[in-house]
């Protein structure tokens, strides 16, 4: 009886390791690709929350949402500039986090961006500001902006 106990002991230690390895890989390997999963949806959901704050300080204040005509109160051109620099650090943010990534993911998430950009890239008020607001933001970047809007930005 013992030699039969010793036996199905060596056997059962075995079928553990041949099935217990090979599970425990598996559920790793998910556990891996779920937290990245996450930790790109939590990306684009902070560069959302941000954008939406924009929209939101330019929604409180509508006189700020006159961007094909020059501002006229010195005040409102101050808070505009605010605005847009919010604006151009987000964009850059985007960029430097999902802009020629090869995750299938991160490749919708610029695409998104990028139009957000080329949207914003075609408002007179925001193109006047872009070369002052480029000046010091990564040169990668103030190229990328310089191939959207055709003008010649330097960082």
């Keep these: 009886m013992p030699q039969d106990f010793v036996h199905w002991m060596e056997l059962l230690s075995y079928m553990a390791t ?4 090979p599970l425990g890989l598996s559920i790793f390997l998910y556990q891996e690709h779920k937290e ?13 929350e941000h954008y939406t704050q924009v929209l939101t300080k330019l929604f409180e204040h509508p006189e700020l949402d006159q961007h094909d ?19 151009v650090s ?15 993911a991160y490749e919708r998430m610029w695409n ?16 006047a500001m872009l070369p002052e607001l480029m000046k010091g933001e990564d040169p990668a970047f103030v190229a990328f902006m ?3 809007t055709k003008l010649p930005l330097k960082p």
Excluded: C
Excluded at 37 to 43: K, L, R, S, T, V
């Design 69 to 87: 005509k020059p501002l006229e109160n010195g005040e409102d051109i101050r808070r505009q500039r605010i605005i847009y620099d919010m604006l």
């Design 146 to 148: 310089a191939n959207v």
């Design 90 to 104: 987000l964009f850059e943010r985007a960029f430097i986090l999902l802009h020629g990534t090869r995750k299938p």
């Design 112 to 127: 998104s961006w990028n139009d957000y950009i080329t949207y914003w890239s075609k408002r007179e008020n925001f193109r």
């Design 18 to 21: 041949v099935v217990g390895i």
């Design 36 to 48: 990245r999963q996450n930790e790109e949806e939590e990306i684009y959901d902070k560069l959302m």
